[in-house]
T-cell receptor, first 113, second 108 residues
Framework: KAGVTQTPRYLIKTRGQQVTLSCSPISGHRSVSWYQQTPGQGLQFLFEYFSETQRNKGNFPGRFSGRQFSNSRSEMNVSTLELGDSALYLC????????????FGQGTRLTVV | KNEVEQSPQNLTAQEGEFITINCSYSVGISALHWLQQHPGGGIVSLFMLSSGKKKHGRLIATINIQEKHSSLHITASHPRDSAVYICAARQGAQKLVFGQGTRLTINP
């Protein structure tokens, strides 16, 4: 059974650009949540999706958005990139809406220059 | 003050030692998760606790809901246990609030 797949693994963008990151959950999993990890702030919750609906959002500006498709794949988008957006972005999938066991992807390392 | 606090932040021990990592939280939780992160970023879920104690191999996790405290123990530690261990308080269905992590190094 394939794990959670995040693409791309590495990305370099310029300030002001936008970026889209993708997360394919484990087959059959319906929930996807996104997290940002930086050396200064550690891991922080971004959003959670279940059945194509955003159920909760963390304390991030509106430049951060996401969506979930009918096949449970999810994308997150960051517009008008800032240097501080450089981070490891992780997604996790779980079978049901309530996380009993979260399966994490390897993450996308975004560098903004 | 962070909502989830871990101690110690760094821990170095010799192979075979008994390891304890502590996690205290100040928020209401639906469950407490322990995660392991290896260099390169991959995160593995170790335990989810809502009460009592769980054991998996050499790893044991306990939680005291009244005291808002959880511990992760590693018995007979091994260099391959070297990683960052993170506790995360689950609020509601999916929102995780993370501790800052404990970097564990086990020397042979």
């Amino acid at each position: 059974k394939a794990g959670v797949t995040q693409t791309p693994r590495y990305l370099i963008k310029t300030r002001g650009q936008q970026v889209t990151l993708s997360c394919s959950p484990i087959s059959g999993h319906r929930s996807v949540s996104w997290y940002q990890q930086t050396p200064g702030q550690g891991l922080q919750f971004l959003f959670e999706y279940f059945s194509e609906t955003q159920r909760n959002k963390g304390n991030f500006p509106g430049r951060f958005s996401g969506r979930q498709f009918s096949n449970s794949r999810s994308e997150m988008n960051v517009s008008t990139l800032e240097l501080g957006d450089s981070a490891l972005y992780l997604c996790a999938s779980s079978f049901d809406r309530v996380i009993t066991e979260a399966f994490f992807g390897q993450g996308t390392r975004l560098t903004v220059v | 003050k962070n909502e989830v606090e871990q101690s110690p932040q760094n821990l170095t021990a010799q192979e075979g030692e008994f390891i304890t990592i502590n996690c205290s939280y100040s928020v209401g939780i639906s469950a407490l998760h322990w995660l392991q992160q290896h260099p390169g970023g991959g995160i593995v879920s170790l335990f989810m606790l809502s009460s009592g104690k769980k054991k998996h191999g050499r790893l044991i996790a306990t939680i005291n809901i009244q005291e808002k405290h959880s511990s992760l123990h590693i018995t007979a530690s091994h260099p391959r246990d070297s990683a960052v261990y993170i506790c995360a308080a689950r609020q509601g269905a999916q929102k995780l609030v993370f501790g800052q992590g404990t970097r564990l190094t086990i020397n042979p």
